[in-house]
């Protein structure tokens, strides 16, 4: 297994993101590899981590889903995975303490290179479909919660996110009324919903 440590949109390194990519053993018969390994993983990151949630979603190309995340006390920690097509993967610094915060990175995930990347408590995470079709599975470290889950406009001005609409062949992304709806970071942060 090898791994990258990851960038802000302004070239500082993100605290604890990483970009995973599993040792594949591939013949004419198909592949085989490791997707999930608890020691490895808990070696990687450097503490222990118990995963309680599957999650597996498919979308259609330009579905764009997020800006996603839990406050405290049930905040989610992710390890994302494509299995099929790709997506354009985002991910925000909502911690206020970081040098990143509200900082932005990516990555493309895609089925061929089976990359994984592991997203700490304390980001907002979405995704563009840019594929006909894309299966996104993550596990997480906490249940999920309705009240205590939050959305981020994907188009905030001040976060800026440059997502590969036009460079996809796509003028916009198709959004839910919850996704198109979203308050900006700066609303989070009068209502206190960030991570201190």
Not at 55 to 71: E, P, T
Not at 77 to 102: A, E, H, I, M, P
Request: hydrophobic residues 35%; aromatic residues 14%; glycine residues 6%.
């Amino acid at each position: 297994m090898k791994f990258e440590f990851l960038k802000s949109n302004k070239g500082y390194q993100f605290l604890g993101i990483f970009q995973i990519f599993p040792k594949i053993f591939e013949d004419n018969r198909g592949f085989f590899y490791e997707s999930w390994n608890q020691n490895e993983f808990n070696k990687l990151i450097k503490r222990e981590v118990s995963f309680v949630q599957d999650n597996h979603s498919q979308s259609k190309k330009g579905v764009l889903r997020g800006l996603h995340y839990q406050i405290p006390k049930m905040a989610q920690g992710k390890l994302v995975r494509c299995t099929s097509g790709k997506v354009y993967d985002v991910f925000v610094d909502l911690r206020k303490n970081q040098n990143t915060f509200g900082q932005w990175g990516s990555v493309e995930l895609n089925s061929n290179l089976k990359n994984l990347i592991w997203i700490p408590e304390g980001f907002a995470h979405g995704f563009l479909t840019l594929s006909k079709f894309a299966e996104l599975q993550y596990k997480t470290t906490d249940f999920w919660s309705k009240s205590l889950e939050k959305t981020i406009l994907w188009n905030d001005p001040d976060i800026n996110i440059i997502w590969p609409l036009k460079n996809s062949g796509l003028e916009k992304p198709k959004l839910s009324y919850k996704d198109s709806s979203a308050e900006t970071l700066n609303r989070k942060m009068e209502k206190g919903e960030i991570f201190e």
